[in-house]
């Protein structure tokens, strides 16, 4: 009876353990993405162009990470994409701020750089930043490179007319 007792006791400790790990990963993973929602308020931009970006994706100013995408619809209207962003409470943005969709690179991901204005005026959550650039179409850009490097197709002018000796 006492083993029994030895043994129900460990599995449950072993079951708390592992309750607890559980517990510390999902908080560590909220702080991580930015999904506790306490310290961030809301903007709106809208892009022609939203290729590359989720939920999920940064938001960043300066190269540093200020906050991700959180909800993204199509504007039925327009056919713009209306992208919803978390900015971190502590970056305050001038109301001329503007909102471009860039890459980390080649082979890199997508994500939203906010370049701060000059106005006084801040930028209040629920506002839209209005001066913004969609995501530029890569291959269509590496296509109109390609297709430019083969050289024109007329023929170069001669120097000296033909037929004439010199």
Not at 12 to 30: P, R, S, T, Y
Not at 51 to 79: C, E, F, H, N
Not at 89 to 111: C, M, N, Q, R, Y
């Amino acid at each position: 009876m006492a083993q029994m007792l030895k043994d129900h006791v460990a599995e449950a400790l072993a079951g708390l353990a592992v309750l607890a790990v559980a517990l510390w990963f999902l908080l560590f993973a909220l702080g991580r993405t930015g999904a506790s929602g306490t310290d961030s308020y809301e903007l709106k931009a809208r892009f022609p162009n939203a290729t590359g970006i989720t939920v999920g994706s940064d938001v960043r100013v300066s190269g540093m990470k200020v906050g991700t995408v959180t909800a993204q619809t199509l504007d039925p209207a327009s056919y713009q994409a209306v992208v919803t962003l978390s900015v971190d409470k502590a970056v305050t943005l001038p109301l001329d701020s503007s909102a471009a969709i860039t890459s980390e690179g080649l082979l890199g991901g997508s994500f939203i750089a906010l370049v701060p204005g000059g106005d006084p005026e801040k930028l209040a959550p629920g506002d839209e930043i209005t001066d913004t650039q969609g995501a530029t179409d890569l291959m269509g850009l590496i296509g109109s490179v390609i297709n430019r490097s083969g050289g024109s197709s007329d023929a170069p002018a001669a120097d000296a007319p033909a037929g004439s000796a010199g």
